[in-house]
């Protein structure tokens, strides 16, 4: 007997898994694209926050 | 290094936006709640270390115990796992978001009241916790094990916590979320989906219950959840402290702003789908294997992006780091992170895994993120934060510094002997002879690593001796200060209105929104979460049953539940996998189709023990009651606990009625109205083992507990096993 692979007898199961993968992966793109793109005087900014008070 | 604490210091600079109108607000920030989840880390540090010190001289001393259920390995580990992880590193959590949080967001937490109903709540849950696990109420699944009604004060506690961080954020004077809060919010949105789907179980007494989901299903909500476990309440939340705890100590910001971006996102992203590598080649699909081996590898680049973000920070600042014991523990702490991060995608590679699954390899693994990242951290921020909120000096730093070297130590002599001891057990259980024979029986490669058990344990000692030197240079410094349970400070609020000018690019629309930005991808983070379970509940109806795999007899069903009780699946497994040693060792390798009635699975994770999916028919019941009564007998040189109460404790045959049930809605085809029949039948099935046993001379009670454990016992496996003789 064998029993691997026997998600793929559901039709259509990959899309859950598909638009779950889509989802993660645009959001992780844009942010990429965002950390990027951002004013570096703005980075400079936040990461000093931490010190910013006692 | 305390000369520069100032309490009310005067605020920086009104907001960017030109409102000079606006005026200074003067407010506070809360210690009280810091100090309590303060005290309380490092309280259940000491508990929680205690009953893992216990539980490893028991692996060598079975006699440790006592001799009483509650203090048996199989309770011990669960109290001293969920003891560390909730107790010790929840708190330690908790401490270091109500510190930072105000601070970085400028305002006071958003509620007194609702602070301390989550400290106290979250303590009481430890408490109840603990005694329930020690009394055996388990539901059987690692680090989930706390039994349901527990379940849902968690569920509770967890949203105060919630509400809490929000309306702290929602209420800011500081418009940008530095990237500490982002790890913080992906800690609570994640745990909280975690926790509730992982928990979904079926109660059928005022504290127990079975899981909803069985065998492939079960284990693999488990480890999805075992696994962002690890992700989302050992590693995110404290990335989330050493982003803002490690510029804090070395004052100086983070190396790069730019790479704690990215490190966050590719982290949320890429280790939710890594669950499924602690289930390599067991009965779980292909697919879903290799998937979590892939995503498990990119987990490297993200990780060590993080560590070396954390330790760039130092650049240039080394010789702080030579004066300094808080900067001594946090570098070691993010090194472990490093070397844990770098370990764990190589223990997801397919032949990696084959030899360090069910090894002390994993425990090894596990330590050096707990001891070194989570622990040495912890001691860090402590050292930090009580002197600040007490207003005073640390008491001692070279004492300070005796601890770090305690610790260090005592990492090395813990982890050492474990991958020793791991890597020497694997290669001995996959040993043949010429012959083609296994060349060593089971217990033979436990004996064999027994001196590598009791160095381990004094790695520990040495660990836990430094802690408590800890405890002492605290008390000492509490002692000296005076909390500052309010602390004065003051910002400026945030204008109600943005104004812009010229052109507007995307990422500064986006820049503006750090909150709607927020709850939108987590919004995301979460519809991926549950698109992802979605299959895992679809197979339900399509795993292929195997007509010879039939529900538990109630007798079996009552003896499995002793077998969660007791906690042996942590140190049995019931899972063959494909290797030949293990075939020719345990058996036929499992199949998919023979957990469909296992609520929950048990297939374990850990072989102290040998594999028991098989072990039906094996020895004759006489054996099995002997070896229960005291395992020494029938395997001398054995450190499985005595279960001597076994003998004398009555099954509870009340509770059969509603277990059937249970089993029923859970789509266990009993047919119906057998609960009312059930009893019946576990008599009858009793009485045949006692029968057996009498023929051996033994003398049992006609319901004591033994004659279920060996029903269950004789039953594992035996389903295919009939079908091929």
Redesign the interface.
């Known amino acids: 007997?064998k029993?691997?692979?026997?998600?793929?007898?559901?039709t259509g199961?990959d899309i859950?898994?598909m638009?779950?993968?889509g989802?993660?992966?645009t959001?992780?793109i844009v942010?990429?694209?965002?950390?990027?793109?951002?004013?570096r005087q703005?980075?400079?900014?936040?990461?000093?926050?931490?010190?910013?008070?006692? | 290094m305390n000369e520069n604490v100032s309490l009310a210091d005067s605020p920086s600079q009104p907001p960017d936006m030109g409102h000079k109108s606006l005026q200074v607000e003067q407010f506070s920030y809360d210690n009280k709640s810091v100090q309590l989840f303060a005290f309380a880390t490092i309280f259940w540090s000491v508990i929680g270390m205690l009953a893992g010190l216990l539980a490893a001289v028991e692996l060598y001393y079975p006699g440790a115990n006592l001799n009483l259920p509650a203090t048996t390995f199989g309770r011990v580990r669960p109290v001293h796992t969920n003891a560390v992880i909730f107790a010790f590193v929840g708190n330690g959590i908790f401490m270091g978001v109500y510190y930072s949080l105000q601070r970085l967001c400028k305002a006071r937490m958003f509620s007194d009241k609702l602070s301390r109903i989550h400290f106290w709540g979250w303590q009481t849950i430890i408490v109840v916790g603990a005694v329930s696990l020690l009394a055996g109420y388990t539901s059987g699944k690692e680090y989930a094990e706390l039994e349901w009604p527990v379940d849902i004060a968690i569920t509770f506690i967890w949203v105060i916590f919630g509400i809490n961080i929000f309306g702290t954020i929602l209420k800011r004077r500081e418009s940008h979320l530095y990237v500490a809060i982002w790890f913080y919010i992906a800690t609570w949105v994640t745990v909280a989906m975690l926790h509730i789907v992982n928990s979904f179980e079926r109660p059928f007494s005022w504290f127990k219950s079975y899981s909803w989901y069985a065998g492939v299903q079960d284990a693999l909500v488990q480890w999805w959840y075992g696994h962002n476990a690890v992700a989302f309440f050992l590693t995110t939340p404290y990335l989330g402290l050493m982003y803002y705890f490690l510029p804090k100590a070395a004052n100086r910001p983070v190396y790069s702003y730019r790479l704690s971006i990215i490190h966050f996102w590719s982290l949320i992203f890429i280790y939710i789908w890594a669950g499924p590598h602690h289930l390599l080649y067991t009965a779980l699909p292909d697919w879903a294997q290799s998937l979590g081996v892939v995503f498990s590898v990119m987990l490297i680049a993200p990780s060590w992006g993080g560590m070396l973000n954390g330790l760039f920070t130092l650049r240039g600042a080394w010789d702080k780091v030579r004066e300094d014991p808080i900067l001594k523990f946090m570098v070691v702490a993010v090194t472990c992170y490093g070397m844990a991060t770098l370990e764990g995608p190589m223990l997801s590679l397919k032949s990696v895994n084959a030899i360090s699954h069910f090894t002390d390899w994993t425990i090894a693994h596990v330590h050096i993120g707990a001891l070194g990242w989570n622990g040495f951290l912890t001691f860090g921020v402590l050292y930090w934060i009580l002197p600040r909120i007490y207003n005073t000096p640390l008491y001692s730093k070279k004492l300070a510094g005796t601890h770090f070297w305690f610790g260090t130590i005592g990492i090395v002599l813990y982890a050492v002997p474990l991958y020793w001891a791991g890597f020497t057990q694997s290669m001995m259980w996959k040993s043949f002879t010429e012959e083609g024979q296994l060349k060593y029986q089971f217990l033979e490669t436990v004996t064999q690593i027994i001196p590598l058990y009791i160095t381990r344990s004094i790695g520990g000692t040495l660990y836990l001796s430094g802690v408590l030197i800890m405890v002492y240079n605290l008390y000492k410094t509490v002692k000296a200060g005076h909390l500052v349970k309010d602390e004065a400070t003051s910002a400026y609020p945030l204008p109600k209105a943005i104004t812009t000018h010229g052109k507007e690019h995307w990422h500064r629309w986006i820049e503006r929104r750090p909150v709607q930005m927020l709850v939108l991808s987590l919004v995301a983070v979460a519809i991926g979460g549950i698109l992802e379970m979605v299959p895992t509940f679809l197979i339900k109806s399509n795993i292929p049953t195997i007509a010879a795999v039939k529900p538990y007899t109630p007798l079996e069903l009552q003896g499995r539940d002793i077998y969660i009780r007791e906690g042996c699946y942590n140190c049995h497994s019931q899972m063959i996998r494909p290797f030949r040693d293990e075939v020719a060792r345990y058996g036929d390798y499992s199949k998919a189709g023979e957990f469909v009635y296992d609520h929950p699975f048990q297939w374990g994770s850990k072989r102290t023990g040998p594999d028991l999916a098989r072990e039906g028919g094996k020895y004759p019941d006489s054996w099995h009651y002997n070896h229960m009564m005291d395992p020494r007998i029938m395997s001398p040189g054995s450190i499985m606990p005595n279960y001597p109460w076994l003998l004398s404790n009555e099954i509870d045959t009340a509770s059969t009625a509603a277990k059937i049930r249970a089993m029923q809605s859970l789509g266990v085809p009993y047919r119906s109205g057998y609960d009312a029949l059930a009893n019946t039948d576990l008599q009858t099935q009793a009485r045949g083992i006692r029968e057996q046993l009498a023929k051996d001379k033994i003398k049992t009670a006609p319901n004591a507990e033994i004659l279920a454990v060996i029903a269950y016992l004789q039953r594992l496996g035996t389903d295919i096993k009939s079908v091929k003789p």
Do not use: G, H, R
Request: glycine share 0%.
């Open positions: 007997m029993f691997i692979n026997y998600l793929e007898k559901i199961v859950y898994a638009s779950a993968f989802i993660f992966f959001i992780f942010m990429a694209i965002w950390a990027f793109k951002a004013d703005l980075l400079t900014k936040i990461n000093s926050l931490p010190l910013d008070n006692q």
